[in-house]
């Protein structure tokens, strides 16, 4: 398989099965503040970035860029503490990486997380060295959809976008993968429905329907 290939992953819900950390993360730094997060708000806001998330519910608690700031970085040191403790991971990711790395793809993560965060899963899959790019929340101005993310990930694993492939579980992100002229495959996540994802060139169940020459079939559609 030619270097010219790449996959850039999402994070949360691609390389972890986020979901029920970053709702317990919600609910312990809720109670801290005295605040409360429902679940119906948590299933309408997952996916978006902790800060978006504040402004919307507490704009009038958090009224300022620093006290935002604050809650936010308990709100992820409290999700980090979780991981640490159990470790969600996604069926078959590491077995995936590894069988695009013997492949000669190229592979960068593309996620609105934190850094901490994003380094945080890569320790715990011990394949942070399989993967030529990062790019996390500290390197773009705009989220998804907009194809920001995955454009600079294109850029530091030096594929052009069209020989890119990403994997995602979240409507915005596969319309941000479209946007930057990107392939996309979808799978679908702990809170995802497949009818979300209906805009991918391919939904998946699980990562362990994927391999190399599936993903090269996806990149070589027209």
């Not at 309408?44 to 620093?66: C, H, M, N, Q, Y």
């Not at 993310?149 to 890119?164: I, M, S, T």
Request: charged share 25%; aromatic share 6%; hydrophobic share 45%.
């Amino acid at each position: 398989m030619p270097s010219s290939q790449a996959v850039i992953f999402d994070v949360d819900g691609v390389l972890v099965d986020s979901y029920h950390a970053h709702y317990q993360s919600w609910q312990l730094v809720c109670r801290e503040h005295g605040l409360e997060m429902t679940l119906d708000q948590f299933v309408a806001t997952f996916g978006r970035t902790s800060r978006e998330i504040i402004v919307e519910l507490w704009s009038d608690k958090f009224a300022t860029p620093a006290k935002v700031a604050q809650l936010d970085d308990r709100k992820e040191e409290l999700f980090r503490d979780i991981l640490r403790r159990d470790f969600p991971h996604m069926d078959g990711a590491a077995d995936l990486i590894d069988n695009l790395q013997r492949s000669g793809f190229r592979l960068a993560v593309g996620s609105s997380g934190p850094p901490d965060n994003v380094n945080l899963v890569l320790d715990q899959l011990q394949r942070r060295s399989a993967f030529q790019g990062v790019v996390t929340a500290l390197d773009v101005q705009r989220g998804k959809p907009d194809p920001q993310v995955f454009l600079l990930g294109a850029r530091r694993v030096d594929v052009p976008p069209q020989r890119c492939v990403v994997i995602e579980d979240a409507p915005a992100g596969v319309a941000a993968a479209h946007a930057a002229g990107m392939k996309c495959i979808a799978i679908v996540s702990t809170g995802r429905v497949r009818e979300s994802l209906q805009a991918a060139d391919l939904t998946v169940d699980s990562l362990r329907e994927l391999d190399a020459p599936r993903i090269a079939a996806v990149l070589e559609r027209s």
